[in-house]
């Protein structure tokens, strides 16, 4: 029984190990796919994947072979994993709190507004060094082309993605019969050639920083339970390591016993300071 968190803190990191894979992996097709047209969480993803992967790789080596400071080891990493995965978390939630469409009157699709999202991302969007590689991966991506053939029913009747709805028609405030005074800014740049559309509009920035809100929502909801996951994990490898001192002290018998039990760092300095007093006394 006194081994049992050991076995179950190996396989929880086994598990755990096997997991960070598929996160690495992920992570990198992410960073080489050519229609993934933001990298936000390319890099976030690959650095937990491979913080997990080590982390359990030494956890799963502690637990094994009973190695306390392997465990030591494991569980330190573990406080600043949790530590990191809070902290990304709760500033995740900040940063895509505000955001998300607006119903369009007689259509199925939703537009987006850059003034609607929270300052940090914006200031990445608005960045033309960040924004043409952004813009060059869309208009190569075809994302366009797939509504290109679409009929006037079909834009009343069918969605669309948030980079579709904001980077391929002008919104839908524009009017080219009234006059150009009143229009928004983005019915000015747009442009029914395929390589300019509404690219440089707003509301394709505002797109694009619609997709990322959603799959940093998606990420941060993991990020919560993956955070619990390991507080549970980490309580079991407390046990584990604490097992594997005992192992190490307290056994009278078998291959951990000790020939010679060193005094402690101070055992002189105390009992030569007694003798003095009972030679005083």
Sequence with gaps: MSRFSNTVIGLLNLITLLASIPIIWGALWKARSSTTCENFLQTPLLVIGFIIL????????????????ALWLYLVAMIF????????????FIVTGAGGGTNVSGR??????????SPWLRKRVEDPKYWMPIRSCILGSKTCGDIVM?????????????????????????????SMMAQDMDCFKW????????????????????????????????????????IGIYCIGCCAFRNTQRAETDYPYGENRMSKVRPRWDFYWWRWWHEKRRQIY
């Design 54 to 69: 080590i982390v359990s790789l030494v956890g799963f080596i502690g637990a094994c072979f009973h190695l306390a400071w």
């Design 81 to 92: 994993l949790i530590a990191a995965l809070m902290a990304i978390t709760i500033f995740g």
């Design 108 to 117: 199925v699709y939703n537009e987006y507004h850059l003034g609607d999202y």
């Design 150 to 178: 679409w009929s006037p029913v079909d834009y009343l009747t069918r969605d669309m993605t948030p980079i579709q709805s904001g980077c391929c028609k002008p919104p839908s405030v524009c009017s080219y019969e009234m």
């Design 191 to 230: 442009n029914t050639d395929p390589s300019i559309l509404c690219y440089e509009c707003d509301s394709c920035k505002a797109g694009v920083l619609e997709d990322i809100r959603r799959d940093w929502r998606k990420l941060s909801v993991l990020n919560v339970i993956m955070t619990l996951l390991l």
